[in-house]
């Protein structure tokens, strides 16, 4: 369904203002002076538009689409006033129109393809019909794919019987009929599109249709990492290619490159070909659609452009069709002229493969059809060497033709079929020796540029492997338009949102007039590269009917094809090669549409304006009866004749200029048509002006480097004359230009793209606005490399370097120079700084677009955010152009050899004081002194002569590390600045206040920059105090030639920074007034061992202080405190990790890096461990020692020996006391006690092993009682270090760490702020931490209440304080928590059993020392033992508690078992509970062969075994919810709540919990027996203690006899006497129970 007009359409969109997309539309061939557009005239602006050969599409805003002219597929001849509405359209979002020859194509937003039109080729991709009367989907499907996916269309384009899609991923899809498909097929026509795939893996841009041949833009494949020149040969392809001339061949290179002589011209692989049927093609039936006979037209003749060859190529073809030139010898305008002279002919390179070919076609002939008499115009248009298909990668060679060209005797109109006949064997033969030998001729008029390429430009020609993966890698652009004219697919490098300039361009199809650009006339069944558009920065191709143009970024055009209305834009036909078109000076073109015989260009001219040029055929006006055809019927395109008057060269429209902003251009048969633009408030002109100059600044920029640059640059003698230094300066300008140049050619075609769609284009989209950061980066790295070079003199030697090389192109350098200076020399140095004025160009466009808006909108804040960086940097590069102007000037007035040390390309002259306006104070009167201010660094020469820059010595400052002070306090009335240094200070005196003031600013200015700022001053004294620079020491100390990088305040190190030493000795960490203080990490060489000392920890004073981790080169590590650089305090030392002798581990207290006081050693490699007492590195004193065999043995020690009284235990619990010599050497008096009960009393010798005894045995009775005093003097810890005299200096470190001199001497608000301040400092140190430790630290932040009494209120605060802060090493807390369990498990674990007691007396030391910290952090915690107060206003809160018998509520009570030991406990477990399970061993294996016993019997069984009231036998239990009666074989079915619960006390670590299991095991067997009981029920002990029996005995508790002992030494003393006490010795009177229980 259509409407005949657009109103019914725009009911729910009010109309646009009318002056955007303005629609004027003019017939081509008439006289440009006469032309007069007509204006079409609608209530919507035209966003597109597209043109056939007879009809055209409207698309206006909302996404309607319009259609008008000659729809023979409805029957209709619609008027471009009134255009009918494609109701079908309606809601689909359609974003682009396009229009073949005879049919329609539209693209919606979503991706999906509609067609509509004449189908007979398959053009509309429909099956069923001929015709497509509405616009009907097309599915792009790619079924390469597991499951096939719907590709995404973002453009199509349309010729006569063909079509294209380009994909989101950049991927090309075809359908129609003819080898303008570029498909591996032999089936026509081809309905459903298919991956064109030799373009597969390649970046297809951009795609257009001429009438049978197609276009693709491509991007380039990455080119190799070489910065080789162009070979000679390739300069002069390029100059060739530049010219205006035709091109003319020269002699063809000696040798063919392999991968070439696989591809004949036409893109076949010639070693895969096979034989096959050629495909017929049903005749084309569109006059018998229109409903009349075809046209005959008797003064069109056909154009034959083999004809020229003459007889000796009468058989010429293009792919094995043989041309009849009998039937043409009347057509001698159109005929090509033979070669004047033939050279030898050169043999085919691959013979094999033609004779396999030949023989294949004698096999199975080739079938041509033939066009029975017809006068079809359309196909007397065509070329005779069309060719349909091509199959290589399936090894078959097949072909249809269509011979377009019937003999003009033959006058039958009849629509039969083709008929056809085999072509005879001989005759194929002949055809391909005549082409073989065409294509190989030295000075082929036809193949001039088939080899003209070198051998690493082949590989990028040829065409795409066919692949199964295509890379799906490119996004949906939303702003994408049709190949048509509108905007084109940009391509994007590195995502940076800039089309890609490194493009080329591919053509296939028919090519009888050339129009495919290869140099020849010659169809491509494939798409082939164009070679000689590669590397022209080609941004947009266009396909007329017969010829093809394209536009690069340097605003060129270069046209090929049909010329026969002077289309192409010069005088030469036919072009068979890309030629540019002849433009007058100042014109810059940047759109293109082609036609029927005609070409419109778009382009700059010397006003904002565009201009409209035109070439093509002028004719005389049609009269109306021969110029508009009958309705219902259509319009038929003759064939490219030669027109009696056309063009020369592209001329200018008259009346562009009336009809305002011009945008995009459209031609289509021999209509031509325009949207234009009004200027609304100026926005239209501001964003033609941008674009313009943009393009106009690229060109400008490209002759720049071609005219001046390049030349220099590739000249052999150019570093003798600039010198090295100049040189590479040099270079490094030509390298930062060349970014320069592609940035501003990839922005001048984004600026062209965003002209094709300005309507629906976002002003804040703008190249300049979302990429602001990469154009201010480009021009700040252009213009410092020209500053620098301007710097050190490299203009003056360039100048005449340019005089000598340039020769003749001087007079194109002098048009390129735009300064008005006059001279007959150029200026170099305004030449290459005139990019800078682009800047203010940009900056003033973008506040006229920033103008159009109001203030308060998103684009007005974004364009004028924009304009003031543009700006800002046009101010600063401006003023750095000045200030190298100046330090050159000054490197002139002061040249010398002297001066020559100081002058660097980066170094700018700031001020000098050669007048003598600044001096040094007290310097002496005969002495010079000058002072030269630069940029970088303050100079101070002595013993100068200034006006001859001579200088004895001189220093230079940098200003990283200069701060400048005013003196303010000066008796004497002097004008002084002091200037600090890191190694000196010294104080300059001013001439005048003005000249302090000047010279005050200008190193505060100077400073400022340099450290990054705005180079503005800051206040006297004030700037940067505080930095982060670089220095390297020079004078003598501790930093003599180290390189320190880092913070620095008031010339002195301090903060964070690197210090490396020459030695390679390297800190990093914290500084403090020039020294290491704080904590920081360090290398230190060892020289002899070739390896390196490295220390983690704190300095203080430059000397390593504090706790850190000391890695020693030889393989030791020591963790723990230094004072001083030595080992002090508490540490740890592991050695013989990459020793061979020993492999042993220290941990103890060190005093000046000698082992000192208590510590344990742990000799791995003999199983010994030692703790006990030490001096000056030796053990001396009281102390413990295990070994691994099970001897035990504690005494005295002195000068590492065992002396003195010892008590020696062995495994089997035989124990000696006596005397001790030496290790393990017994010597004097003794008393022996065996394991059985017997001794020996008197004088031991010998070591342990063979022992010596002159004594009495004695063998005690059975009835002897015990002796107290012998069992005394065999008990152990006689002889061991008291618990609390243990790890004290892990506890005074940890009062250290608080600021306590001595343990709770300190300031308790002090001890608060280091806590804060450690933590805060440790959180911006480490930034690496978990969430779970930041928000711990972040908690620990905050002081708590301390000082105010503790309640029960505040009291759990302060537990859970003492949680978080024992749970993190970083809080002094959590330190000595972390390092009192390293020490513990040190010493116990894998120990001996004996050490049980020291293990617990050690637990209660720790607790002592622990609860003394935390007293003192808080000082409202009562006293240990005592209660709690309640506030007054809060609830009673109760954790630990006992039952009072005068009191019925619950208290809380105080006590450092209940506080302190669920922090310690559970870390310590582990090793506790293993001595406790080795001391209880055999009681306990006792205890668990009863258990085992008693419970394989039931339940009754053992409950009367027991002894248990059968009242409390349960009746009943409950399986998942389900009562069931216990019987008397039940087991475990009784009490079952009970004995879960008790089991839990294996799962507990400290004894408070573990009572918490006991006393809910109570609780739960009362709840199970009140149902058995009366109500007011009480427990009796012989009721109780059965029952508890039982569950004990079901509970299987392993290691019940490590439980009990452990709850028994270390539960608090308040529970001991409550109910938890009671219920505790019920547990152990059970376990005592079982190990004395008979069996039942």
């Not at 590669?534 to 090929?560: N, R």
Request: charged share 20%.
């Amino acid at each position: 369904m259509m409407e005949r007009t657009e109103e019914n359409s725009e009911v729910d969109h009010p109309p646009s203002p009318p002056e955007r997309g303005l629609l004027h539309v003019w017939q081509s061939g008439g006289h440009g002076e006469q032309l007069s557009p007509e204006r079409v005239l609608l209530s919507r602006p035209v966003l597109q538009t597209a043109l056939g050969e007879n009809h055209g599409l409207l698309l206006s805003q909302g996404g309607l689409v319009y259609s008008f002219g000659e729809l023979f597929w409805r029957g209709l001849s619609v008027p471009l006033t009134a255009p009918v509405l494609e109701v079908s359209l309606q809601g689909r979002d359609v974003v682009r129109v396009t229009a073949g020859g005879f049919h329609c194509g539209a693209v919606t937003a979503q991706g999906s393809v509609y067609m509509w039109g004449e189908n007979t080729a398959g053009q509309c991709g429909q099956s069923s019909n001929i015709t497509v009367s509405e616009p009907s989907v097309v599915s792009v499907v790619d079924s390469e794919v597991v499951p096939p996916v719907a590709v995404r269309v973002v453009d199509v384009a349309c010729g006569r019987e063909h079509s294209l899609a380009l994909s989101s991923q950049n991927e090309l899809w075809a359908w129609g009929s003819g080898c303008q498909l570029g498909l591996v097929t032999k089936t026509f026509p081809v309905y459903k599109p298919q991956k064109v795939e030799h373009l597969a893996g390649r970046h297809v841009i951009q795609v257009a249709c001429g009438a049978y041949h197609s276009l693709a833009l491509v991007r380039s494949l990455s080119q190799p990492l070489s910065s080789t020149p162009k070979t000679v040969e390739k300069v002069k392809r390029e100059r060739r290619w530049s010219s205006g001339h035709s091109f003319v061949s020269e002699k063809m290179e000696a040798s063919v490159a392999e991968e070439d002589s696989h591809y004949c011209p036409l893109g076949v692989e010639l070693s895969d070909v096979s034989t096959g049927e050629c495909p017929r093609r049903s005749v084309s039936r569109r006059s018998q659609i229109a409903g009349r006979s075809p046209l005959n037209s008797s003064t069109g003749s056909v154009r034959q452009p083999l004809a020229s060859l003459g007889k000796s190529h009468s058989e010429q073809n293009s792919v094995c069709t043989k041309l009849n030139f009998d039937e043409l010898s009347d057509q001698t305008d159109f005929s090509l002229k033979p070669s004047s002279h033939w050279k030898n002919k050169k043999k085919f390179s691959k013979e094999q493969d033609l004779q396999t070919l030949l023989h294949k076609l004698s096999v199975h002939p080739i079938e041509i059809p033939h066009t029975p008499n017809s006068t079809d115009t359309e196909s007397m248009s065509a070329s005779v060497d069309s060719c349909a298909s091509s199959t290589p990668s399936s090894d078959l060679y097949s072909s249809s033709y269509k011979d377009e060209s019937p003999p003009k005797s033959q006058t039958n109109h009849s629509f039969g079929p083709y008929s056809s006949s085999p072509v005879g064997v001989d005759e194929v033969h002949l055809c391909l020796r005549e082409q073989s030998q065409s294509l190989y001729m030295e000075n082929s008029s036809s193949l001039s540029d088939i080899r003209e390429k070198s051998t690493q430009y082949r590989r990028r020609s040829l065409p795409g492997i066919p692949s199964h993966g295509s890379p799906r890698q490119h996004h949906y652009c939303a702003c994408r338009t049709s190949c048509t004219g509108q905007r084109s697919g940009m391509s994007e490098e590195a995502g940076d949102g800039l089309p890609c300039l490194d493009t080329e361009v591919w053509s296939w199809g028919r090519g009888s007039e050339g129009q495919l650009g290869h140099g020849d006339q010659l169809a491509r069944l494939q798409p082939l590269c164009i070679k000689p558009l590669t590397g022209e920065e080609v941004i947009k191709v266009v396909a007329g009917s017969h010829h093809s143009l394209a536009i690069t970024a340097h605003c060129e055009v270069y046209s090929w094809g049909s010329n026969m209305c002077g289309q192409l834009g010069h005088v030469n036909s036919p072009v068979t090669v890309p030629k540019q078109a002849k433009l007058s000076e100042g014109i810059r073109v940047w759109d293109a549409s082609a036609g029927q015989s005609h070409s419109l260009l778009l382009a700059d001219g010397d006003c904002v304006q565009p201009v409209l040029l035109y070439c093509g055929q002028q004719q005389e006006p049609k009269t109306e009866e021969s110029d508009t055809p009958q309705k219902g019927q259509r319009s038929y395109q003759k064939s490219p004749n030669r027109s009696e008057s056309y063009t020369v060269r592209p001329t200018l429209m008259p009346f562009c200029m009336e009809i305002g902003y011009i945008s995009s251009i459209r031609s289509g048969g021999q209509t031509c048509a325009l949207l234009s633009d009004q200027n609304i408030m100026g926005f239209v002109s501001a964003i033609h002006e941008l674009a313009s100059r943009e393009r106009q600044f690229y060109c400008w920029l490209s002759s720049v480097k071609k005219v001046l640059l390049t030349p220099l640059r590739t000249r052999e003698g150019v570093n003798p004359c600039l010198g090295d230094p100049c040189t590479r300066l040099f270079f490094t300008v030509c390298e930062k230009f060349t970014p320069l140049k592609l940035l501003i050619g990839r922005h001048s075609a984004a600026l062209s793209y965003f002209l094709y769609d300005l309507q629906s284009c976002d002003v804040t989209s703008l190249p300049l606005i979302i990429r602001m950061d990469y154009f201010l980066d480009t021009f700040k790295e252009y213009c410092s490399s020209v500053g620098d070079f301007q710097v050190m003199g490299g203009f003056q030697s360039l100048q005449k370097l340019s005089n000598d090389c340039l020769g003749s192109k001087h007079s194109d350098l002098h048009q390129l120079c735009v300064s008005d200076s006059g001279k007959d020399e150029v200026d170099l140095v305004s030449l290459l700084y005139w990019p800078l004025q682009q800047l203010h160009h940009y900056s003033r466009l973008l506040l006229k677009l920033a103008a159009c808006y109001d203030v308060l909108t998103a684009e007005y804040q974004c364009l004028h955010q924009g304009c003031g960086q543009f700006e800002s940097l046009s101010s600063s590069l401006l003023k750095k152009k000045k200030e190298a102007e100046m330090t050159c000037n000054f490197w002139k007035t002061h040249s010398g050899k002297t001066t020559e040390v100081l002058r660097l390309p980066h170094r700018r002259v700031v001020c000098e004081s050669s007048h003598r306006n600044l001096t040094l104070q007290n310097a002496g009167r005969f002495s010079n002194h000058w002072f030269i201010l630069f940029n970088d660094a303050l100079v101070h020469t002595q013993g100068t002569i200034p006006s001859k820059s001579f200088f004895s010595t001189y220093h230079i400052y940098p200003l990283t590390c200069l701060w400048v002070k005013p003196v303010t306090e000066n008796n004497n009335g002097l004008d002084a600045i002091k200037i600090i240094c890191p190694e000196e200070n010294f104080t300059l005196v001013a001439s005048t206040p003005q000249e302090k003031n000047k010279w005050l600013r200008a190193l505060n200015q100077a400073v400022d920059q340099v450290l990054g700022g705005g180079g503005h001053g800051s206040s006297p004294g004030v700037t940067a105090m505080i930095r982060t620079a670089s220095y390297t020491f020079t004078g003598e100390g501790r930093f003599k030639d180290a390189q320190y990088t880092g913070q620095w305040q008031a010339g002195r190190v301090h903060g964070r920074g690197t210090m490396k030493w020459p030695d390679g000795k390297t800190y990093t960490g914290n500084f403090k007034n020039g020294l290491e203080d704080g904590y920081g990490e360090c290398l230190m060489p060892n020289k002899a061992l070739n390896k390196a000392d490295c220390y983690h920890g704190h300095w203080k004073d430059g000397q390593i202080h504090g706790f850190g981790k000391y890695k020693y080169a030889a393989g030791e590590v020591y963790e723990g405190c230094f004072f001083e650089s030595q080992r002090h305090g508490y540490g740890m030392l592991s050695s013989g990790r990459l020793a061979r002798s020993s492999s042993s581990v220290f941990i103890g207290q060190w005093v000046h890096d000698k082992k000192m006081g208590y510590g344990v050693y742990d000799d791995i490699t003999s199983g010994q461990k030692y703790m006990g007492l030490w001096v000056d590195d030796q053990r001396h004193g009281n102390a413990v020692v295990v070994t691994q065999h099970g001897l035990y043995f504690e005494g005295t020690f002195k000068e590492n020996k065992m002396s003195g009284s010892g008590l020696l235990v062995s495994d089997d619990d035989t124990t000696f006391h006596g005397e001790f010599s030496d290790n393990w050497i017994i010597n004097g008096k003794g008393l022996l006690h065996l394991a059985n009960g017997d001794f020996f009393d008197g004088e031991f010798s010998g070591e342990w092993a063979s022992l010596k005894v002159t004594g009495t045995f004695s063998k005690p009775a059975v009835d002897e009682p015990t002796n107290k005093e012998r069992n005394n003097t065999l008990a152990l810890g006689q002889y061991v270090v008291p618990a609390a005299q243990r790890w004290v200096c892990v506890f005074d470190e940890c009062w250290g760490r608080l600021g306590c001199e001595a343990p709770g001497s300190g300031q308790r608000t002090v001890a608060w702020d280091n806590i804060a301040v450690t933590i805060t400092t440790t959180r911006r140190q480490t930034p690496d931490l978990s969430k779970s430790q930041s928000k711990i630290l972040e908690s620990l932040e905050l002081i708590p209440q301390h000082e105010e009494i503790v309640t029960t209120a505040n009291y759990d605060h302060i537990r859970r304080y003492l949680t978080k802060a024992c749970e993190t090493p970083l809080h002094p807390l959590g330190w000595l928590v972390e390092t009192l369990v390293t020490v513990y498990r040190m010493t116990y674990v894998g120990s001996n059993r004996r050490l049980l007691r020291q293990a617990v007396q050690e637990v209660q030391a720790y607790l002592t020392h622990f609860d003394c910290i935390v007293r003192f952090l808080f000082p409202g915690l009562p006293d240990d033992g005592s209660v709690i107060p309640d506030p007054p206003t809060s609830p009673t809160r109760c954790r630990h508690s006992f039952i009072s018998n005068t009191m019925e509520q619950c208290v809380v009570v105080v006590s450092s078992s209940s506080l302190l030991l669920p922090l310690l406990l559970p870390r310590l477990y582990p090793p506790l509970f293993t001595l406790y399970g080795l001391q209880e061993e055999q009681d306990e294996a006792k205890y668990w062969e009863r258990i085992l016993r008693l419970n394989k019997s039931p339940d009754q069984a053992l409950l009367s075994f027991l002894g248990v009231n059968e009242k409390f036998w349960p009746v009943w239990m409950s399986i998942l919810g389900e009562k069931k009666q216990i019987v008397s074989s039940s087991k475990d079915a009784c009490y079952v709540s009970a004995v879960e619960t008790l089991q839990q006390i294996s799962t507990t670590f400290t004894p408070s919990d573990k009572l918490t299991v006991i006393q809910k095991t109570f609780e739960e067997l009362t709840q199970e027996v009140k149902p058995l009981v009366e109500e007011n029920f009480l427990w009796c002990m012989d009721d109780l203690f059965p029952l508890f029996l039982y569950v004990v005995i079901r509970a299987r508790i392993r290691n019940l006899g490590a439980e009990v002992s452990l709850i028994e030494d270390l539960m608090d003393p308040n529970l001991e006497h409550g109910e938890m006490g009671l219920m505790f010795t019920t547990l152990k009177a059970c376990y005592i129970q079982i190990q004395q229980e008979s069996m039942m």
